[in-house]
């Protein structure tokens, strides 16, 4: 069967599995289980005869537009929502941005289980939302700080504890302004990050500058070399991952390079847990 029909046989799998009370629909007198077409229709604000053209796999592939309007008539979950793009325009919606909603006890429990690799979760405009205590150790004691003090781009360029800490502050910064500008431009989080690149700009001639080189750079793996107050000089490399099912979370782990720093790390995560 062509994609179209493959769009047709998902719509009408997503419509027979809805409960037509949810959406506000008498579910009495119904010959088959869930939504009618013209429900449908009416929720997402579109021709009862287009939407039964897209399941007939007629009239041509649907918009974007129309997409979206039954994904948000129908309550998708995210990747439902996916989903539906991929079979009717053959790739993924855009981006939307979510607030952080935080973590789930299971995402905690992941990162914890790092006993001696700092690791942490932030958000698609860079937000911490969770670490483990090593991160706490490592880099940077999160608890201290208030929820609306832990995005790391204010961290690096106004605190001068965590500047000083760098052995390359100016490379570091730089690289971080260009991995978070690819991050942002993918989350489609554009609001918010207008409202934080305008405050950092006034905040730090130094992130002014380095915003205005428009330099863009993936924050997949590397390397970060720390001046730490007790620890000494420390190499760390450090890899990021997508939290799936959680677009708006990335998670980076960070390990140290050779095995006499990682008793270090071990020694000192021991001694304050203890």
């Known amino acids: 069967m062509d994609e179209h029909n493959a769009l047709g046989r998902f719509l009408r799998d997503l419509r027979a599995r809805r409960d037509p009370a949810s ?16 429900e449908v229709a ?5 021709s009862p005869a287009w939407y039964t053209w897209l399941e007939q796999g007629r009239g041509g592939p649907p918009s974007a537009d129309v997409l979206d309007r039954i994904a948000k008539g129908l309550l998708l979950t995210e990747p439902e929502r996916e989903h539906l793009f991929v079979l009717g325009l053959g790739h993924p919606p855009p981006a939307q941005y979510r607030a952080p909603e935080g973590v789930s006890p299971r995402l905690q429990r992941m990162i914890d289980a790092m006993d001696f690799s700092p690791a942490i979760l932030r958000t698609a405009t860079w937000e911490v939302l969770a670490w483990n205590r090593a991160a706490s150790v490592v880099l940077t004691d999160y608890s201290r700080l208030p929820p609306d003090g832990r995005n790391l781009l204010r961290l690096i360029f106004s605190n001068p504890d965590i500047r000083a800490k760098q052995v390359d502050w100016r490379a570091m910064a730089s690289g971080v302004v260009a991995a978070f500008r690819a991050d942002a ?11 934080l690149v305008e405050d950092l700009s006034a905040l730090s001639p ?4 380095m915003w205005a080189d428009a330099s863009l750079l993936p924050h997949g793996d590397g390397a970060k070399r720390l001046n730490h107050p007790v620890l000494g000089l420390i190499e760390l490399e450090y890899s990021s991952f997508a939290v799936d099912g959680r677009p708006d979370l990335g998670l980076i782990v960070y390990n140290p ?11 000192l995560v021991k001694g304050l847990a203890g």
Request: net charge positive; charged share 35%.
């Open 42 to 46: 009416q929720r997402a604000h579109i």
């Open 257 to 267: 390079v050779d095995e006499a720093v990682a008793e270090r790390i071990r020694a």
């Open 206 to 209: 130094d992130f002014a500058e």
């Open 185 to 195: 431009a993918r989350a489609g989080a554009s609001a918010e990050v207008t409202r």
């Open 23 to 38: 959406y506000g629909f008498a579910s009495s007198r119904r010959r088959t289980p869930g939504l009618r077409r013209e």
